[in-house]
């Protein structure tokens, strides 16, 4: 099938089962959300206590076990590694930090458009807006330089780290945390939840679905076919909220929103900042390192800290709006990811040449 097909069929189908989810039990506007899922994951580990947010959601491992059997199967999957790994975790910190202001990854950004939540139209243009500020770095030679062909067994250290979860979420050990109210008790049925994202993860590691690339490569290459997949979900998602009725227009009482749009903004902004020193949004970091990537994985982990660090020290916003430590937090976040863009820039030193001949002849 034609790549531009393949991809624009993912996101129909990405769509499709977001809204199935919710029509399931998912929070609403909420059926796949990376940052959200991988939220409530951290707190069922008690990395937070934020009680109304924490579940093992089997969607996140269903991402990066998807991937990793379809990469299997089509000879893609490869470990490699050591492209800056620590700085991928602070980088990963801080997309978790901005997403969780704005509530919602980029394609719960695309989500919330589809059922008619205003709140996330700055969202999308800080998201773009930060994506291109993250080019002016990367036109200027910004790097983490590149990853390495590694042992194999590195590669299938995150996919047994997803099993794992799933694991945990079917025996529900006493130290696993599970929500009785608010977002993180609503969930759509367990196979339901893990099949769709399996599907998910299998769709996107053949079309290699990423918001960051869509909009990238608008901006750099004036090619649509990466983000022809965003269309994709956003017209599934809009006709199965009209056909059930769970469409609604408007800024004010939108499902796990708020309407401070400067933070809707901003908040989007560090997010697409981030992705674009990363190479991927949050979905595209599970779909690598179910590949076998483990600098996605690494990045992952940071967004699993950054999750952990919001709610500990409220930083997360909230329905309420965006409190005081969450606008420092998404300012420090930005100024952070700008030296570290800077700091990872290929800058050439010039050589001065020696006038001096008998110098010279010394060396």
């Not at 109304?52 to 470990?79: C, D, H, K, N, T």
């Not at 994506?131 to 770095?137: D, E, Q, S």
């Not at 420090?332 to 008998?358: C, D, H, Q, W, Y």
Request: hydrophobic letters at 55%; one cysteine or more; glycine letters at 12%.
């Amino acid at each position: 099938m034609d790549q531009k097909k393949i991809v624009i069929f993912s996101g129909i189908a990405v769509g499709a089962l977001a809204v199935l989810l919710t029509l399931l039990g998912n929070p609403p506007n909420m059926g796949i959300c990376g940052a959200c899922f991988i939220r409530d994951i951290a707190g069922a580990l008690g990395l937070h206590r934020a009680e109304i947010v924490q579940y093992l959601r089997p969607e996140i491992p269903g991402f990066i076990l998807g991937s990793f059997i379809i990469s299997l199967f089509s000879g893609e999957f490869r470990a490699r590694g050591g492209s800056a790994p620590l700085t991928r975790f602070v980088i990963g910190f801080f997309v978790m930090v901005g997403a969780l202001v704005f509530l919602g990854c980029p394609l719960r950004m695309v989500l919330r458009l589809a059922a008619g939540d205003l709140n996330a139209v700055p969202a999308f243009f800080g998201f773009a807006a930060g994506i291109y500020y993250g080019l002016f770095f990367i036109k200027k030679g910004y790097s983490l330089g590149r990853s390495y062909k590694m042992p194999q067994g590195n590669g299938y250290i995150m996919p047994a780290f997803a099993f794992v979860l799933l694991v945990l979420a079917v025996l529900a050990p006493s130290f696993i945390f599970f929500s009785e109210k608010g977002p993180g008790s609503m969930r759509a049925p367990f196979l339901a939840a893990l099949a769709a994202g399996l599907i998910v993860g299998m769709a996107a590691q053949r079309s290699r679905l990423c918001m960051q690339g869509g909009i990238r490569d608008i901006f750099l290459l004036r090619d649509f076919h990466l983000f022809s997949g965003f269309i994709g979900i956003f017209l599934a998602a809009l006709t199965l909220n009209l056909a059930f009725g769970k469409f609604q227009l408007g800024f004010a009482n939108q499902p796990i929103a708020h309407s401070m749009h400067l933070w809707n903004f901003l908040g989007m902004f560090l997010v697409g900042f981030g992705s674009a020193l990363l190479g991927g949004c949050p979905l595209r970091q599970c779909i690598l390192a179910g590949e076998g990537d483990t600098d996605a994985g690494m990045a992952l982990l940071g967004m699993i800290a950054g999750a952990a660090f919001s709610h500990n020290f409220g930083i997360a916003a909230s329905a309420n709006g965006v409190g005081i430590n969450s606008q420092v937090a998404v300012v420090l976040g930005i100024i952070l990811l700008s030296f570290i863009a800077v700091s990872n820039m290929a800058f050439e030193i010039p050589v001065r040449k020696e006038r001096n001949s008998s110098y010279a002849k010394e060396a």
